[in-house]
């Protein structure tokens, strides 16, 4: 077994742990920034919170792709 192959799965954990820091910050943005808009015009809290939520997921989803993206690539030869 190779050096190379032994650190293989280590190296993709800690690459995905890296690249989970982008979403993470990003749904502090999206929930932060939407709180302060609902702070500031409180009867806009329907539309406010759909664009929040909204953002959310497909801030998720990005996290969850780059969670699953090292799978498919692995499986192709």
């Known amino acids: 077994m190779s050096v190379l192959a032994a650190v293989s799965g280590n190296v ?5 742990g890296l690249a989970a820091i982008g979403p993470g910050v990003g749904v502090g943005i999206i929930f932060g920034n939407g709180v ?12 406010i919170r759909q664009n ?8 998720e989803a990005l996290a969850l792709l780059g969670l699953v993206a090292p799978f498919i690539f692995r499986a192709i030869p």
């Not at 302060?36 to 539309?47: D, K, N, S, T, V």
């Open 12 to 16: 993709t954990a800690i690459g995905y």
């Open 36 to 47: 302060q808009a609902i702070a500031r015009q409180p009867e806009a809290y329907g539309l």
């Open 52 to 59: 929040m939520l909204l953002g959310f997921v497909l801030t």
